[in-house]
């Protein structure tokens, strides 16, 4: 069944001629719409393979790949909104494992899902990948949490 103009209310970037890309960071750019089947848990992920930021020392740009897995609640991020967000690091200084723990925080808030991780998979520098891994799980997923950790230790 087709999404009514009331349940599209909050998208306001999807299918907008006008986009407008940031160069700083900006959250506040997320959008979400409502979960069609909240009763049933689904996983939801999310590539970005042209994740680009910024060294906090150097300036220098870092590659990398951004991974996000989600088991939604009500609410779930709008695609085009979160690719504009992910942009808006392009000019943004932090390291790696700063930009991953923030991707997760600002889903967290915009979405409050039952369980989000988000992986950070860049390029070498210096000779040196960084994997960066978070993850957050409500108390029912809380054995998900500990087990994605592990496995990502191994």
């Known amino acids: 069944m087709p999404r009514t103009k009331k349940e599209l209310q909050g998208v306001t970037l999807l299918g907008s001629q006008g986009t407008k890309y940031e160069f700083g960071y900006k959250p506040g750019v997320l959008?979400?719409?409502?979960?069609?089947h909240p009763e049933r848990e689904y996983l939801v992920t999310l590539v970005c393979p042209e994740f680009t930021s910024l060294c906090p020392k150097t300036g220098q740009p870092d590659f990398g790949k951004i991974i996000i897995r989600y088991i939604q609640r009500v609410k779930m991020v709008e695609s085009k909104s979160l690719k504009l967000y992910l942009f808006s690091f392009r000019n943004h200084g932090d390291f790696h494992e700063d930009c991953v723990n923030v991707i997760m925080k600002d889903l967290?808030?915009?979405?409050?899902?039952?369980?989000?991780?988000?992986?950070?998979?860049?390029?070498?520098?210096?000779?040196?990948?960084?994997?960066?891994?978070?993850?957050?799980?409500?108390?029912?997923?809380?054995?998900?949490?500990?087990?994605?950790?592990?496995?990502?230790?191994?």
């Open 31 to 36: 959008e979400a719409f409502d979960n069609k």
């Open 108 to 154: 967290l808030d915009l979405m409050n899902p039952r369980y989000i991780e988000v992986e950070g998979r860049f390029n070498p520098r210096g000779g040196i990948s960084i994997l960066p891994f978070a993850n957050w799980g409500d108390a029912e997923h809380q054995d998900m949490v500990r087990a994605r950790l592990l496995a990502k230790m191994e």
